[in-house]
């Protein structure tokens, strides 16, 4: 897996998508956050998401320029799983905060980029297991 350098991070991988299957991840999503948003998305009332970019560095994932960390003095990486979930492989990177509730990062796998995905939850796992206060 290549390593990208921008600005004063690394990224481990750095993602674009068509917007095919962009729209496809987004539509599968809005259906799980409810029929009427899923319906008010299918008629055209919520705006059209643009094909993001999206980088994963060793402890954030930004979409767009939009960061979010997993990893931080009030998160801790917790699980990373790569699922098939509607002929989408989905990338699920799930955090804990300091105040024990919970966060998810959903990411779809680009088309041939499984393997890439594969090396960067590997990498990820290693990064958790690494974290001080880590228990099996």
Do not use: C
């Not at 990208?4 to 095919?20: A, C, G, M, P, Q």
């Not at 989408?88 to 779809?108: A, P, Q, T, W």
């Amino acid at each position: 897996m290549q390593q990208i350098k921008n600005e004063d991070r690394t990224f481990l991988v750095h993602w674009t998508y068509s917007r095919e299957e962009w729209n496809k991840f987004i539509l599968q999503k809005k259906k799980e956050q409810g029929w009427f948003i899923y319906l008010v998305h299918l008629a055209g009332l919520a705006s059209k998401p643009a094909s993001p970019v999206v980088s994963v560095s060793h402890h954030s994932v930004m979409i767009d320029g939009k960061d979010e960390a997993f990893i931080d003095a009030s998160r801790k990486l917790t699980r990373i799983n790569i699922s098939e979930k509607h002929n989408m492989n989905v990338l699920e990177i799930d955090y804990l905060l300091h105040d024990f509730s919970s966060g998810e990062v959903r990411l779809l796998v680009p088309r041939g980029k499984l393997k890439e995905a594969i090396q960067l939850e590997e990498i990820l796992n290693q990064i958790k297991i690494t974290q001080p206060g880590y228990r099996l």
